[in-house]
């Protein structure tokens, strides 16, 4: 425990005292999600979008004028069940849906497009359709995006703070001086994988929180289910780290080797843009990796209010996932 | 004498590559153990398998009449030829992680007088120059109060005046009856510190004595060199045991005595004697 202790301080002062480090990781994600809620602050071409649930414009000929007004988008969404399209409208994803079937629309009262659009459909001769009224504040991109990004800073820190760490010591020696003393290999690994845990977790506390001050973003689900999810992922992805530092010594092959995991993860694990309408293999893949399962859980409950029971899949994929990357580790890690 | 370390017939082989090609000694205890040779003599590779750190292809090492246990970190000191030391953390911090890695290490007061790190010793480990880290690395080696320090190269690369400076720290250790192991390539460095010394080159012992004894035994008298060839370009090389016989006829042959020297042997002569070649070529 001595052992553990005083290495834990060495590696956790190393990360703070290495400003250029300590601030890259804390700046990066900051400026990227800044970055990113003014450059899509803004909303597309059409004023208003509008999603239609059954049928088209055959079978509401009073509709007519409206559909054809080109300033609205119409979406339609052909077998998707009327809930899930609300949901959008909840959203503010959506400003109006027509169910032509049921001759419904639906308006969301706290969005301000909805009594304009409103009033268009009135007066282009919507009247005959019923109102329904739902409520909901809108998502914004950054709502969305904050977990991503948050993620990805997760995702590099853990993999390079102790994978290219460990084989940076081991190429110069470090590792070799270690293994000259008392101090087992089990130690060392766990006292540098608890000394990034912490620091990973605070981070991504500071980062949240720093961002959220200004920017005040959704949050639906408890705080707590939050911390585990990022918690669990952090543990997965610094046992990725360690399955790379158990035997590399180059750190040009370790840097490389890196890339090649992180790269597929960004694009595919969702951390920009949505993979909803992508093909199924690539959906396939990206179940596959840890910052998938956080992207996924972390935004169900940021944006869904999920609670523990929704993300257990999630969770349970982390923890699998953790302790056979662990077992890996252990079974190859090599002092030299 | 008691013996601390046996090494028996020690090979370790790199693929077709015989790094060591079966050494066998003795270390008596409290000695200073010296193991010398030019750059790839194997020098390394024994000493770090003396260690423990590198696995023998062949033979075996004895500390104590018993194979190396687990607990035998617990009694060594180790040097490193180039080791790299944690960076962004000071030389007390480093010194305070080393003490928590061993059961009863020496206290801080200690480590800092011996290895004289008073002046240096809040200072960050990448700003310590050649021969300060040299010291913070004995440190770390005498933290233990180990039974046996081994040092490969320890004062490689120092000026003249670290090199002495260090050579007090290793004495001052001696006292302390700490067995040392040392590897180097400097002939001055193994006749001012060892008792015992060890000549290898191509993996294996050319001769095993106390430095007395080995120049003893291989030369009598006096060392002559001369220039010599048509420009003088060339040296020619005399070992006699009648410095004024030698002379005389020196003189007889009329010899141009520009740039004569005459010197006792050392080890340097030594070396060259059986390996046909400089140390540190």
Redesign the interface.
Known sequence: M??F???F??RT??FV??RGTFFWNLLFPIVLVFGFAFAFSGRGQELFTVGIVTGASETAPDLLHFLEIEQIEFVEYPSVATETVVERLRRHQLDMVLDLEQSEYYVNVESPNGPIIEMVLGATGGVELERREVTGEPIRYVDWLVPGVIGMNMMFSCLFGVGFVIVR?RK???L??L?????SALTFVTAQAASRLVIVVATSIFVFAGTDLFLKFMMNGSYLNLLLITTLSILCMISVGLVFASRLRSEELTSGLMNLVTLPMIILSGVFFSLEGSPPVMQRIARAFPLTHFTEASRAIMLDGAGFLEILPNVFFLVVLTVALLLIAALLFKWE | METIVQVRDLQKSYGHVRAVDGVSFDIPVESCFGLLGPNGAGKTTTIEMM?G?LTPSGGQVLFRGKPIDRHF??K?G?Q?Q????????TVK??L????????DPRPMDEVIDICSLADIISRDNRKLSGGQRQRLLLA?AIVPYPEIVFLDEPTTGLDPQARRNFWKLIERIRLEKTTVVLTTHYMEEAQLLCDRIAIMDHGRILELDTPENLLAKHFEGVVVRVPAGAEGNETMELVTSNLDETMKSLLAEQTNLDGLSIHKPNLEDLFIKLTGSSLRS
């Open positions: 001595k052992q202790a005083a290495m301080k060495a002062m190393e005292r290495d010591y110069n020696g470090v070799k001086r293994k000259a003393t008392p101090v | 260690e750190i970190k617990e060594v180790i490193f180039s080791t790299a030391l944690p960076e962004f953390i911090e480093t305070e992680m080393f003490r928590a890695f061993y059961p770390l």
